[in-house]
């Protein structure tokens, strides 16, 4: 049998499906290929499912001619195939000519519109294992008390466990609930690709899910993922942890109606925050990571207004995280990005700049800039962010005010690390994982008591005298900036013990769930240090930060930001002989994150309060 030819496509809305005969469970799978047009109101199903790591090895017959498919896609072929009717549907490996890079690249720009059109979304999760069917009925009786509303309010512990038996759900001890995790552990869930192939493919009908025999509908695993995120008890929630997964797609799915109504300012910000949402997704072609996103960026790619975003997967991955990140400042007109760029210590070898994110990296500490939405920072005090492009690609044109010099910068401890240490004694690591109400006290301790001990002339007048080897210095700059980050947690002149009863009790009663309000805000000193500058301000920044290393304020910028400058001859040439410098991160400077920096500058500059600067 001769190997399959692909005959090109008549034009780009153009799409192959194949159309899937009918057969008995051991024969060979026979297809064949149709070209149609999307405008064309075709009737065809879409298929998502994972290419593993396999090569494709195994042959079909298309058109009577031998295609070779990866075992993954060969397997959900046999399981879906109907005994008595043609299956049509489409199926990126066989429909689109992966040899074929221009190709590729068009075909990626109608992604959105494939799964959009198809009438159904089938889900292919893989062959089944010991375990699938006990998670398979989990999940249906989840699904059920969801919709029945049923829930549990109380914490779930190993000791009071008999309210998930009361309900018709397994032990908190039970292997059950290991076969219900190891269900959403399969590689499918971690595919960046997912967000968008099921908030399209939820568009006319309910997505069906196959695991080996199994079938489920979405909704069913979605019900049951969102159960067991909103769940109580941490007992509960690190047995159904990669669950959280799942929660993520109905994030991105409510983004898909927001997008197609607003101008190019909001589709760069939802597009800043799918890339920042889908960072624990991830995909086989580094260029994925971005292009599995694009769908949610606009409805017509073809109407795209910087061209630089067209899908081109001839591209180096690096250019194309580069220039997706320049869209985003350009058209946001704001610096916010910047605070997405992983620290320079998790960074993996690339020839990224240093002002652009690694998308490729699935964790990094929540940005300042992230927070600043709800706190108001302001360090620029509303300048503009710089306009204009440099002939270098790699440069990224910034205006920037000096503020100061890092002096000392801690180096053993984390923010977060330093505070707890320092706060509990080291006596969380003995509490049991259900003392909600312990660790909740000891947040409102640093929150309500710290600012009476001390005051902002104070402590800057405190962290002057003290030495840089001072051990003091963790330990003091921990209680005060981390609580400033935990403004938002409680309300100033709140009664001590009033807030704390209020927050057990709203808690409990399955209110906003307060407990990840303040873990989100303990986040933001994660993996954070603690430095002091040569004035004596002090403030956290990320780990990568290094005495010696500088603070400015950059325009359009709501955080100050910590710089390295270069010295490298070779940046110094023509016009664009600004000083050049590295971002090592964004961090918090206590008294300038709300322009008094700028206005003080201000007030004594006699010529341009800026300076140009090149960041690479």
């Not at 067991?228 to 994030?251: A, C, M, Q």
């Not at 996103?293 to 207004?305: I, R, T």
């Not at 707890?420 to 309500?448: H, K, P």
């Not at 603690?530 to 304020?553: A, E, N």
Request: glycine share 6%; hydrophobic share 40%.
């Amino acid at each position: 049998m001769h190997h399959y030819q692909y005959t090109p496509l008549a034009n780009h809305h153009s799409i192959r499906v194949i159309e899937l005969l009918k057969g008995q469970a051991k024969d060979p799978v026979f297809c064949r290929v149709h070209h149609v047009d999307l405008a064309h109101n075709t009737i065809y199903n879409t298929l998502s499912y994972t290419w593993e790591n396999e090569l494709p090895t195994i042959p079909i017959s298309c058109d009577e001619h031998e295609l070779l498919v990866t075992p993954n896609l060969h397997a959900a072929l046999l399981r879906l195939r109907h005994h008595s009717r043609n299956l049509t549907i489409w199926v990126d490996a066989i429909c689109i000519n992966q040899y074929d890079i221009e190709e590729r690249s068009s075909q990626v720009q109608l992604m959105r519109k494939i799964y959009q059109c198809g009438r159904q979304l089938l889900i292919w999760l893989g062959e089944e294992d010991p375990g699938t069917a006990t998670a398979a009925r989990v999940i249906r009786r989840l699904d059920e008390m969801v919709k029945k509303g049923l829930r549990i309010s109380d914490d779930i512990t190993r000791d009071n466990s008999h309210l998930l038996m009361n309900l018709g759900l397994p032990n908190i001890d039970s292997a059950d609930w290991v076969a219900f995790r190891k269900f959403f552990d399969r590689r499918w869930f971690q595919r960046v690709w997912i967000l968008q192939e099921v908030a399209m493919g939820c568009q006319l009908s309910v997505p069906l899910v196959r695991c080996g025999s199994h079938t489920l509908t979405w909704n069913q695993i979605q019900n049951a993922a969102n159960w067991t995120n909103r769940s109580n008890g941490d007992s509960l929630s690190r047995v159904t942890e990669s669950g959280s997964k799942i929660y993520l797609t109905t994030d991105i799915q409510s983004f898909v109606t927001w997008t197609s109504r607003h101008t190019g300012l909001q589709k760069a910000t939802l597009l800043s925050d799918a890339l920042s949402t889908s960072r624990p997704f991830g995909a086989k072609l580094e260029h994925d990571k971005v292009y599995a996103l694009y769908g949610f960026l606009m409805s017509d790619l073809d109407a795209l207004e910087d061209a630089a975003l067209i899908p081109d997967y001839s591209k180096s991955f690096s250019d194309v995280y580069r220039d997706t990140a320049r869209y985003i400042i350009s058209q946001q007109k704001s610096l916010d990005l910047l605070g997405m760029v992983e620290d320079k210590e998790m960074q993996k070898l690339s020839n990224l700049p240093s002002w652009v994110p690694d998308w490729r990296e699935m964790h990094l500490p929540i940005p300042f800039s992230d927070r600043s939405r709800r706190a108001g920072f302001d360090a620029a005090k509303g300048t503009p962010v710089a306009a204009g492009r440099l002939q270098d690609q790699s440069a990224l044109k910034a205006n920037a005010i000096f503020v100061d010099r890092v002096r000392y910068a801690s180096q053993h401890q984390y923010a977060f690390d330093a505070y707890w240490r320092t706060l509990s004694s080291n006596a969380y690591s003995r509490m049991r994982s259900t003392d909600s109400a312990c660790r909740s006290f000891l947040f409102y301790w640093a929150r309500v008591q710290i600012p009476y001990i001390f005051n902002k002339q104070k402590m800057s007048e405190y962290f002057n005298e003290l030495t840089t080897d001072d051990a003091r210095i963790s330990f003091f700059i921990t209680l005060y900036a981390f609580t400033k980050l935990l403004q938002d947690a409680f309300p100033d002149g709140s009664n001590p013990t009033q807030t704390f009863l209020k927050f057990k009790e709203r808690n409990r009663t399955g209110g906003p769930d307060l407990h990840r309000t303040f873990m989100k805000s303990l986040y933001n000193a994660w993996q954070k240090r603690f430095f002091i500058t040569k004035r004596g301000f002090m403030g956290l920044g990320p780990r990568g930060i290094k005495p010696g290393d500088l603070i400015y304020i950059l325009a359009g910028g709501q955080v100050p930001y910590v710089l390295r400058k270069l010295y490298h001859q070779h940046f110094l040439r023509g016009s664009e002989a600004s000083p050049h410098y590295q971002l090592v991160g964004e961090c918090y400077v206590h008294g300038i994150m709300y322009g008094e920096w700028v206005a003080m500058e201000g007030a004594r500059s006699r010529g341009n309060l800026w300076e140009a600067i090149n960041l690479v």
